[in-house]
Antibody, heavy 116, light 112 residues
Framework: EVQLVETGGSLVQPGKSLKLTCATS????????MHWVRQSPEKQLEWVAQ??????????YYAESVKGRFTISRDDSKSSVYLQMNSLKEEDTAIYYC???????WGQGVMVTVSS | DVVMTQTPVSLSLAIGQPASISCKSS???????????LNWILQRPGQSPKRLIY???KLYSEVPDRFSGSGSETEFTLKISRVEAEDLGVYYC?????????FGSGTKLEIK
């Protein structure tokens, strides 16, 4: 059974940093292309970032809204993917989902609230 | 960037009635591979999204065959032949052909 479990969500002040972790199981993580997708309080889904596998040189892609502030990374030895979020803004407030997007699997999501 | 437009915003249907949701993209979703990466997901109340359909019309194994998908290029449709109580929630289309990937704004299905 495929499982994706996000942790690290929190209430944080604007300008601060936060790191999300997604622990996975039930599939060959080292071959998987992983994504982060977020859902705003208005329920709009927004693709955030992708990281490909080692065979694709761990290529990464970002939404313009987070480029230069967020970094996606992975640790194949831990079957985990991460999202480092810096210079957070109030508009980054959302539920963040770790997803095996092309296979259709989503985690339960973790809440990130950016507010002073 | 590709913009995904879904209609209607909401549907209120009785059990057993058919449902139809439209999804239109601002650019063709036919990729250079010859495949069209238009997908549908369902988010039930209080849950994370669940997969339904990939590449326009292919159902995931666990999805009931009352669901179907069709379309090409820029116009796509999700149909439910007979709505059941468990089908309530918000349906989203999303495209994986172009970066950045993009989601529709959702169609809320309510059961009368």
């Amino acid at each position: 059974e495929v499982q994706l479990v996000e942790t690290g969500g929190s209430l944080v002040q604007p300008g601060k940093s936060l790191k999300l972790t997604c622990a996975t199981s039930g599939f060959t993580f080292s071959n998987a292309w992983m994504h982060w997708v977020r859902q705003s309080p208005e329920k709009q889904l927004e693709w955030v970032a992708q990281i490909k596998a080692k065979s694709n040189n761990y290529a990464t892609y970002y939404a313009e809204s987070v480029k230069g502030r967020f970094t996606i990374s992975r640790d194949d030895s831990k079957s985990s993917v991460y999202l480092q979020m810096n210079s957070l803004k109030e508009e980054d407030t959302a539920i963040y989902y770790c997803t095996l997007l092309y296979g259709g699997y989503w985690g339960q999501g973790v809440m990130v609230t950016v507010s002073s | 960037d590709v913009v995904m437009t879904q209609t209607p915003v909401s549907l209120s249907l009785a059990i057993g009635q058919p449902a139809s949701i439209s999804c239109k993209s601002s650019q063709s979703l036919l990729g250079t591979s010859g495949k069209t990466f238009l997908n549908w997901i369902l988010q039930r109340p209080g849950q994370s999204p669940k997969r339904l359909i990939y590449q326009v019309s292919k159902l995931y194994s666990e999805v009931p065959d009352r669901f179907s998908g069709s379309g090409s290029e820029t116009e796509f449709t999700l149909k439910i032949s007979r709505v059941e109580a468990e089908d309530l929630g918000v349906y989203y289309c999303w495209q994986g052909t172009h970066f950045p990937h993009a989601f529709g704004s959702g169609t809320k299905l309510e059961i009368k």
